[in-house]
T-cell receptor, first 109, second 116 residues
């Protein structure tokens, strides 16, 4: 079955700097890769997703890249702000949505 | 904006007891899911449901678990005989179509299950 690895587990960046979170997946049949943001005690919320027929997608300060050959995808957040502090999860889907272990993003003022 | 709702927000039960967790998906959605998240860990897929039957289930979803859509609005997860390791946050989600069809899954606020 699918296995998703996510790194780093914790990422601390200065406010205004960029943050990059990386994930790898094992099942080449996976075709949909969402990223979720989860604030403490709250539900996961989709922030961006990418389909397997696209290499990159951008939405304001957030971008995702996908390398199907290498089976990895990354989340890029530019100009980080305090409200970006949360746990971020990547996931890969091939009929089941399999999640990474999460990255705790800390934005230092 | 419509949201997925879940009740109760917190359920405490004794080991061996049955629990039913309830969810009301977004009204025009057709696919429903249950996930669990043990405290501080990743979200784990349990089951997906479409057209009144299970479409996918994980290894976690064993004979102790069942799902049902008893009416046109509710979607329930039943755990027949709870174990200590069932303690977790359970999230319900729904989507307009399956994630195989690339659609966003909307999550409910979760039910925190504590098994004593």
């Amino acid at each position: 079955g699918e296995n998703v690895e996510q790194h780093p587990s914790t990422l601390s960046v200065q406010e205004g700097d960029s943050a990059v979170i990386k994930c790898t997946y094992s099942d080449s049949a996976s075709n949909y890769f969402p990223w979720y943001k989860q604030e403490l005690g709250k539900r996961p919320q989709l922030i961006i997703d990418i389909r397997s027929n696209v290499g990159e997608k951008k939405d304001q300060r957030i971008a995702v890249t996908l390398n199907k050959t290498a089976k990895h995808f990354s989340l890029h957040i530019t100009e980080t702000q305090p409200e970006d502090s949360a746990v971020y999860f990547c996931a890969a889907n091939n009929y089941q949505l399999i999640w990474g272990a999460g990255t705790k993003l800390i934005i230092k003022p | 904006e419509p949201e997925v709702t879940q009740t109760p927000s917190h359920q405490v039960t004794q080991m061996g007891q049955e629990v039913i967790l309830r969810c009301v998906p977004i009204s025009n959605h057709l696919y429903f899911y249950w996930y669990r998240q043990i405290l501080g860990q990743k979200v784990e897929f349990l089951v997906s449901f479409y057209n009144n039957e299970i479409s996918e289930k994980s290894e976690i979803f064993d004979d102790q678990f069942s799902v049902e859509r008893p009416d046109g609005s509710n979607f329930t997860l039943k755990i027949r005989s709870t174990k200590l390791e069932d303690s977790a946050m359970y999230f319900c989600a729904s989507s307009e179509s399956s994630s195989g069809g690339y659609n966003e899954q909307f999550f409910g606020p979760g039910t925190r299950l504590t098994v004593l």
